[in-house]
C-alpha cells in the first residue's frame, strides 16, 4: 500500500517575487479583520521574523479598508477573495494551507485552526529558519529576500503529530515545529491541539474500584476465579459497565469540551476477564483478547457519536491486546493506537527479525482502519539517559507508517519534570520534521542540528552519533530494546571519550560547551552503570572499586542536576539513585562448592543464588543481568517467595545464617506476618538441592503459597529448546524463538497440563541441557518466560498450591537442578 506523505501540488505560476531588498520593502502583511488568534499569530512570526532576517519590518494591515500596494495575503480574506484566486479552503482542512505567488503578491492562505500558521511556518523554513531548541534556533541574515516561483497545496502527512518529550512542550517551538500534540503547551493563540481526556489507562477512572467493587464485584475481571480489582481491568460483556462507562464519557464531554477524543482503554497492566461471556467473545475472535474491547469501545462509541458526531473515542492495541480480532472492526469515531512496546527499536521493523511480529499487526490493523494511530517508542524507560541509537530505525518506519495509512503518531520520549534525557532534544526537533513530512532526510536534519546547536563543536558531535550507531549498524547490527540496557562494545566506551574531549575544545563559547558536557553525560552515565556491576569475590559481592565508585556516581548525579535533570527513569526521581550509591555496600557471600558445582548465595538479596558455575564447563547456568536493569542487584538468580495468592506482592523476609557446611546451607528468614521460612541448599553430587519450608508462627490462619523459580541463561536463543512430559502423558517439546513472533513469551499451566515433576532446557550449540525437577504433589502451578532481549534468558517458576495454614502448620516445596552434556 502507497500513500501520499505529503500532498504537495506544484505547478507553473507567476514568476517569484522580492519581498525584501537591500534591507528595504515595499511589502504589507494583509490579513481579515476577522482573523482566527492563530492567523494574527502568524502575522506577527512573519513580521518578525523577515525583520530578524533582513531588517525590513512590514506593517501588518486587515482588509476593513481596501488594501493597496505589494501584500502577503494571510488566511481568507476579502482581498484574497478579490483575487479570485481559487484557493480550496474546503479540501484543506484546520491544517492544510496553500503558498503561491501571483502576481506581485504572495498567498499564504489555509484552514482558519492552524493551516494559516503553518503555511507562514513553512514559508520561513524555505527561507532557512529553524527552531532547534528553546533556545536555539537559526534565523539566517537575507538583506534581499526573493521567494521564487511557489504554488504549492500542502496538508500534514499525519493529523496528529507528538514527539512526546519534556524538551518538546514550549509552546513556540511545538507552534514553529508544527506539532499539534495534547501534552504541548499550545494555546488559543496558537489554534489549540488535538487534545485528549483522559490520555490514556482509563478503565478505572472509567468505573473506580473504590466507588463500585465492594458492591458489584461483577464490573471487575474474574482471575483464577475471582473478582479482582488488583491488577485488574473491567468485565467488558457486563451490560451494566458499558451503561457506567456511556454516561461517564459523556460527562467527560461536558466537563472537557476542548477535548477531541476521549480515551477508554486498559489499564497499564494484564489482568483481563476470564468469565464465560468474555472468553466466549474472545473465541468468536479468533482467540484475540483485543474482540471484547474492540466490541466495548464500539459499542460507547456508536452511542457517543450520536450526540456528538465530532468527538472521537481512543482505544489501545496494545500489550495482550495488540493482535487484532478476527472479526469486529472499529466504527468510524474511532481511533486504535497501535503500540509496538516490544520492537527492537535500532533496526527497521519491516527487516528486523525480532520484529517480524509487529509488521505483521500494522499490516493487519491497517487493512480493517483507516483510522490508526500509533505509540511509538523513543527513549529507554529504565535509564532515560543511556545511549540509545535508534535514530536509523525512525528514519525508516515513520515512512512506513505512513504508507501503512496510519493517521496519528504518539512518539513516547524521556517526558520527566527537567527533562534531560539522551538526545531528547535532537530526537524532538527530527521527528517533527518527520511527522510533518515523512521524506525529510533524517540524516540531513541531523546534520543542520548539529551545526546549529554545537557550532565548530558539530564535527566530533557527528562523529559521536555515527560512532554509536555503529553499534547497531552492520557489522555489529546489536538489538536495542526500551527497557533493556545494551551491552555496547569496548571501543565505544573509549572512542566516546575522545571525542566528547575534541568537541568540548572546540566549544566556541560558554553556553555550547555546556550542550556538549550536557551531551556527554550519556557515555559517562552508560560507563558508570557498567562500572557498577557486581561481582563475587573475598567472600563478597560488590562493584569493583566500590569505593571510588560512590563519590564518582554522586559527581555525576550533582552534574546531572546543573542542567535541570531530575529524572533518570519513568515514575522515579533521581534521589533515589543517589541514595542507593550513598548506601551501596558489599553484600556477604556464602558459598557452597563440590566436585559438579559451586553455588554463590546473597542472604541480603532475598536469600538468592547469584552464581551457579557448572564446574566442568566453566558456564553460569543462570542469566547474569547488566547494571541498570530492573531492580538490580536484586534481580535473577534462583530463589524462593512466600504471597498470599499466585497474584499477590512477595512477603518480605529477614534472612539470617543457620548453619552451613562446605555442601550445605540452612538460611532462616522471618516475615512480618508470622511467616518463617527455612531455606535449606545442598549439594548432592551433580544436582543443587533447594527444599523450603513455610511455618505459620503467628497466633491467625494465613494464607500462603510458595514460589521457587530460577532464571537461566540458555545459551543462542534461537537453537534453544524446552521440553517436558505433562501430567495428562502429553510430550511438550517448545523451540523457543519462531520466526513471525514476539522476541519473548510465556506459558502457564494448571493440573494436568503442568509438568509431572521436570522441566529441561536444551540448547545444542553450546551443549547445554539444564534440567528442573520437583515432587508433582507439591505444586499447584508452573510457569516459564523467556526472553530474546538484552542478555536473552529462561525462567522456570512453580508455585505450591494455595492454602490456609493453621498456627503452628506448615508447606513445603523442593525442587532440584542439574546440567547435563
Not at 30 to 48: G, K, N
Not at 91 to 112: D, M, N, W, Y
Not at 228 to 235: A, I, K, N, S, V
Not at 552 to 567: K, Q, Y
Request: aromatic letters at 10%; glycine letters at 8%.
Amino acid at each position: 500500500m502507497k500513500r501520499i506523505a505529503l500532498i504537495a501540488i506544484l505547478a507553473l505560476a507567476a514568476s517569484g517575487i522580492t519581498l525584501v531588498d537591500k534591507g528595504r520593502s515595499a511589502y504589507s502583511i494583509c490579513v481579515s479583520a476577522q482573523a482566527s488568534p492563530s492567523e494574527q499569530r502568524a502575522a506577527q512570526e512573519l513580521q518578525r521574523f523577515i525583520e530578524e532576517m533582513s531588517g525590513a519590518r512590514l506593517p501588518i494591515v486587515d482588509d476593513s479598508k481596501p488594501a493597496r500596494g505589494n501584500l502577503i495575503l494571510l488566511g481568507d480574506s476579502a482581498a484574497l477573495r478579490k483575487l479570485n484566486a481559487g484557493v480550496p479552503f474546503d479540501k484543506l482542512g484546520p491544517e492544510g494551507f496553500v503558498l503561491r505567488t501571483s502576481g506581485k503578491h504572495l498567498i499564504i492562505a489555509g484552514g482558519r485552526q492552524r493551516g494559516t500558521m503553518y503555511g507562514v511556518y513553512t514559508f520561513l523554513d524555505k527561507l532557512g529558519c529553524r527552531w532547534f531548541t528553546r533556545e536555539v534556533s537559526r534565523i539566517p541574515k537575507r538583506p534581499t529576500i526573493d521567494t521564487g516561483t511557489l504554488n504549492e497545496t500542502t496538508r500534514p502527512a499525519f493529523e496528529y503529530r507528538e514527539p512526546f518529550f519534556t524538551e518538546a512542550w514550549d509552546k513556540d517551538w511545538a507552534a514553529r515545529n508544527r506539532t499539534n500534540g495534547d501534552h504541548t503547551q499550545l494555546d488559543a493563540s496558537t489554534g489549540g491541539k488535538l487534545q485528549y481526556y483522559p490520555f490514556v489507562h482509563s478503565f478505572y477512572e472509567l468505573l473506580p474500584p473504590e466507588k463500585y467493587f465492594k458492591d458489584h464485584p461483577e464490573y471487575f475481571s474474574l482471575i483464577d476465579g475471582q473478582r479482582r480489582t488488583e491488577r485488574g481491568q473491567l468485565c467488558l460483556t457486563n451490560p451494566d459497565v458499558l451503561r457506567i462507562a456511556i454516561a461517564r464519557v459523556e460527562s467527560w464531554i461536558k466537563e472537557h469540551p476542548d477535548a477531541t477524543i476521549f480515551s477508554v482503554s486498559q489499564n497499564d497492566w494484564e489482568g483481563w476477564c476470564e468469565c464465560d461471556k468474555c472468553r466466549h467473545v474472545e473465541e468468536e475472535e479468533g482467540g484475540q483478547h483485543s474482540g471484547p474491547l474492540l466490541r466495548f469501545v464500539n459499542a460507547v462509541a456508536t452511542d457517543i457519536g450520536k450526540r456528538h458526531p465530532n468527538k472521537l473515542i481512543d482505544t489501545l492495541a496494545y500489550w495482550y491486546t495488540e493482535n487484532p480480532p478476527l472479526k469486529v472492526r472499529p466504527v468510524r469515531n474511532v481511533r486504535i493506537r497501535l503500540c509496538p512496546i516490544g520492537i527492537c527499536v535500532s533496526h527497521s521493523f519491516a527487516q528486523c527479525p525480532r520484529s517480524a511480529y509487529f509488521y505483521k499487526n500494522l499490516q493487519a490493523w491497517s487493512k480493517i482502519t483507516k483510522q490508526l494511530y500509533i505509540w511509538h517508542y523513543n527513549t529507554n524507560f529504565r535509564q532515560y539517559l543511556l545511549p540509545f541509537p535508534d535514530f536509523d530505525e525512525l528514519a525508516a518506519d515513520i515512512l512506513l507508517y505512513n504508507q501503512y495509512g496510519v493517521v496519528g503518531l504518539f512518539m513516547q520520549g524521556a517526558y520527566a519534570r527537567g527533562g534531560g534525557g539522551e538526545n531528547s532534544e535532537l530526537r524532538a526537533y527530527v521527528l517533527a520534521r518527520r511527522l510533518w513530512d515523512p521524506s525529510i532526510d533524517t540524516g540531513r536534519a541531523v546534520d543542520e542540528f548539529l551545526e546549529g546547536v554545537y557550532g565548530k563543536a558539530a564535527k566530533p558531535m557527528r562523529q559521536y552519533f555515527d560512532l554509536l550507531h555503529s553499534e547497531v549498524r552492520p557489522p555489529a547490527g546489536r538489538h536495542l530494546w526500551i527497557f533493556n540496557v545494551p551491552d555496547y562494545s569496548d571501543t565505544f566506551r573509549s572512542q566516546a571519550k575522545e571525542i566528547f574531549a575534541r568537541a568540548e575544545a572546540l566549544a566556541e563559547d560558554e553556553a555550547t560547551r555546556r550542550r556538549v558536557l550536557k551531551a556527554r553525560l550519556a557515555p559517562e552515565y552508560y560507563e558508570l552503570l557498567r562500572d557498577s556491576t557486581y561481582e563475587v569475590r573475598d567472600g563478597e559481592y560488590a562493584p569493583a572499586g566500590l569505593s571510588a565508585l560512590i563519590p564518582r556516581a554522586l559527581d555525576l548525579f550533582a552534574r546531572m542536576r546543573t542542567f535541570g535533570i531530575e529524572s533518570l527513569h519513568e515514575g522515579q526521581q533521581m534521589e533515589k539513585d543517589q541514595a542507593r550509591y550513598s548506601e551501596m555496600k558489599p553484600l556477604k557471600v556464602l558459598t557452597l562448592e563440590n566436585a559438579a558445582w559451586r553455588v554463590d548465595v546473597v542472604p541480603a538479596l532475598d536469600a538468592r543464588i547469584v552464581r551457579m558455575i557448572d564446574k566442568a564447563t566453566g558456564r553460569d547456568a543462570l542469566r547474569q543481568f547488566p547494571s541498570g536493569e530492573g531492580s538490580y542487584p536484586a534481580i535473577g538468580g534462583q530463589l524462593v517467595t512466600a504471597h498470599a495468592d499466585y497474584h499477590a506482592r512477595a512477603w518480605d523476609a529477614r534472612w539470617s545464617l543457620d548453619s552451613q557446611t562446605p555442601v550445605k546451607l540452612v538460611l532462616n528468614g522471618a516475615c512480618d506476618n508470622g511467616a518463617r521460612l527455612r531455606r535449606t541448599l545442598e549439594l548432592r553430587g551433580p544436582v543443587v538441592h533447594s527444599s523450603t519450608v513455610l511455618e505459620n508462627t503467628g497466633s491467625a490462619p494465613i494464607s500462603a503459597a510458595l514460589q521457587v523459580r530460577a532464571d537461566f541463561a540458555p545459551g543462542d536463543i534461537d537453537t534453544a529448546t524446552i521440553a517436558f512430559r505433562s501430567v495428562s502423558g502429553e510430550q511438550i517439546e517448545k523451540k523457543l524463538v519462531a520466526a513471525g513472533e514476539p522476541p519473548t513469551g510465556r506459558d502457564t499451566w494448571d493440573g494436568p497440563k503442568q509438568p509431572a515433576g521436570e522441566w529441561l532446557l536444551r540448547n545444542s550449540a553450546p551443549g547445554l541441557a539444564l534440567s528442573t525437577r520437583f515432587e508433582p504433589a507439591e505444586a499447584g502451578r508452573s510457569y516459564f518466560n523467556w526472553t530474546a532481549k538484552s542478555r536473552p534468558g529462561v525462567t522456570f517458576g512453580t508455585w505450591s498450591p494455595v492454602r490456609t495454614v493453621a498456627p503452628g502448620q506448615s508447606l513445603k516445596f523442593d525442587c532440584r537442578y542439574e546440567a547435563g552434556r
